[in-house]
């Protein structure tokens, strides 16, 4: 993938009250940094970040953390929030080092349009194998909850049986989420697929 450099991108990030630069300091303490005990949400993968942003704003009795490992873009997400909102904030990070971010404290998963890594050798590195499964395991606080997005069909049927073998429960599966049932919110990727007649596959597993 080719990102645009966006200028003074470290700028932007050194002067947002929302991007967490030392989220291992929190490890195990979220509830305090929002200084409440709502339920934790994080998207793993954020991009740009409207779909959390958004989800902020709608949902103020839900904390939000976004993820994303790429200073450009998550310079362009940080641009976005117009307004003060207490319960979202960023994390500059790389989903392999998930468990080092929190402790039994997420309550919802979100993966939307993750890397496909199409090769087998690399299947690994799917935030739906099991080794990122282990890795949430250690994460959530007591039920488990993940919901997926993905243009890649691959990626899909390889998520499907994933979640499965792993003891999650397929509560909701799309092969045409626009089609079947069109989400209130979505991400600035999932509009480009949608708005040029592309599926949209869409998972939400539960295990307790």
């Not at 409440?36 to 993968?45: A, L, M, R, T, V």
């Not at 994460?139 to 979640?163: G, H, P």
């Not at 073998?165 to 626009?178: I, K, P, R, T």
């Amino acid at each position: 993938m080719r990102l645009r450099n966006v200028k003074n991108k470290e700028l932007i990030m050194d002067s947002s009250p929302f991007l967490i630069r030392d989220p291992e300091n929190y490890k195990g303490k979220w509830c305090d940094y929002f200084s409440n005990q709502h339920p934790i949400y994080i998207e793993i993968g954020m991009g740009k970040g409207k779909f959390i942003i958004e989800n902020a704003l709608k949902h103020p009795d839900i904390n939000y953390i976004g993820i994303e490992k790429y200073d450009s873009v998550i310079a362009k997400a940080l641009l976005k929030v117009a307004s003060p909102l207490p319960n979202l904030c960023m994390i500059r990070g790389d989903a392999h080092a998930i468990d080092l971010f929190f402790d039994h404290e997420i309550d919802h998963i979100y993966l939307n349009f993750s890397d496909p890594w199409p090769k087998n050798r690399h299947h690994n590195r799917r935030l739906s194998s099991k080794i990122f499964l282990e890795k949430y395991d250690s994460i959530f606080r007591d039920r488990k909850e993940i919901e997926m997005r993905t243009d890649n069909r691959d990626l899909f049927a390889f998520s499907l049986v994933s979640f499965s073998q792993y003891g999650y429960q397929l509560d909701e599966v799309s092969l045409d989420l626009h089609q079947d049932n069109l989400p209130d919110i979505t991400t600035e990727y999932e509009d480009r697929f949608s708005f040029s007649n592309c599926p949209i596959y869409y998972v939400k597993c539960s295990k307790l």
